[in-house]
């Protein structure tokens, strides 16, 4: 079965690369849907990737995921902490989600540490920089049993 994975950006992630490097790095929000879509195409996977700066769109690409998704991978970013209708949107979702963060959320000042979205996530990658979202597409084409036989068995299953 190939996965249908959908990758959401929340709020000021278009300015990856420039918005505070020391805490976000200098990788740009294309240079991550690239990769993205690189990995996507490694594992046989069909992928949306999309950015909103505005709550009310993204609510709607998961709505939307609920017919054209089978995973979401989500960087909710502020909306993570103040979101109360995202994430009613998150739960009316059936499948796997998996929540992103940059930075160590958990490591960051009191306003960054509680994320409400979390609550949902079936795992959150938090401070893997840009390679969290690939950690995440993983995981969730993993929790769908969706990678390649191709792959080394602990990446498929994990150990025994």
Do not use: W
């Amino acid at each position: 079965m190939a996965a249908r994975l959908m990758v959401l950006n929340g709020p000021n992630l278009n300015l990856l690369g420039v918005r505070e490097p020391q805490i976000y790095g200098t990788t740009t929000l294309a240079a991550i849907e690239a990769g993205c879509r690189e990995f996507a195409a490694a594992i046989g996977a069909s992928l949306s990737f999309h950015q909103s700066n505005r709550e009310g769109a993204l609510v709607d690409l998961v709505q939307a995921a609920r017919q054209s998704a089978d995973a979401i991978v989500i960087n909710p970013a502020a909306l993570s902490f103040t979101s109360i209708a995202l994430l009613d949107a998150l739960q009316a979702f059936d499948g796997p989600i998996i929540e992103v963060h940059i930075s160590n959320i958990h490591a960051r000042d009191q306003l960054h540490r509680h994320s409400l979205t979390s609550t949902v996530a079936r795992a959150v990658i938090a401070g893997a920089g840009p390679y969290g979202y690939i950690l995440a597409m993983q995981a969730a084409a993993q929790m769908l049993k969706a990678l390649p036989e191709s792959l080394p068995r602990p990446m498929r299953v994990g150990p025994a």
